[in-house]
């Protein structure tokens, strides 16, 4: 069983920026591939990056107006056990629930969707006014 905890959401004014952070429990956390997620009122919960326990690698949703990628950057701390979400130049766009999840199973379906994932966390609100 492995625990998953965000923090870091908030309410902030648009061009601020904000870190989210993911903990993790388990004794094989550098293995895991873990991702974030958003979901907005009324809308599909959304890939929106993920970061590879292999090598590090990172994805990034594909273009969608506007592009997280470029002011959205995903990060792991493995001696923490904790993978992170810094969010810059925040729009109101990006007003969501923020979902940490982690791919223990690695089962090879694609870290972009939400079924590679076999552990979510509770989530954390971002709201971004204008």
């Known amino acids: 069983q492995v625990q998953l905890v965000e923090s870091g959401g908030g309410l902030v004014q648009a061009g601020a920026s904000l870190r989210l952070s993911c903990a993790a429990s388990?004794?094989?956390?550098?293995?895991?591939?873990m991702g974030w997620f958003r979901q907005a009122p009324g809308k599909e919960r959304e890939f929106v990056a993920a970061?590879?326990?292999?090598?590090?690698?990172?994805?990034?949703?594909?273009s969608y107006a506007p592009s997280v990628k470029g002011r959205f950057t995903i990060s792991r701390d493995n001696a923490k056990n904790t993978v992170y979400l810094q969010m810059n130049s925040l729009k109101p766009e990006d007003t969501a629930v923020y979902y940490c999840?982690?791919?223990?199973?690695?089962?090879?379906?694609?870290?972009?969707?939400?079924?590679?994932?076999?552990?979510w966390g509770q989530g954390t609100q971002v709201t971004v006014s204008s």
């Open positions: 999840a982690a791919d223990v199973v690695r089962t090879g379906v694609p870290v972009t969707s939400d079924m590679a994932y076999d552990y």
């Open positions: 388990g004794r094989t956390f550098s293995s895991y591939n």
């Open positions: 970061i590879l326990g292999s090598r590090g690698f990172t994805y990034y949703a594909p």
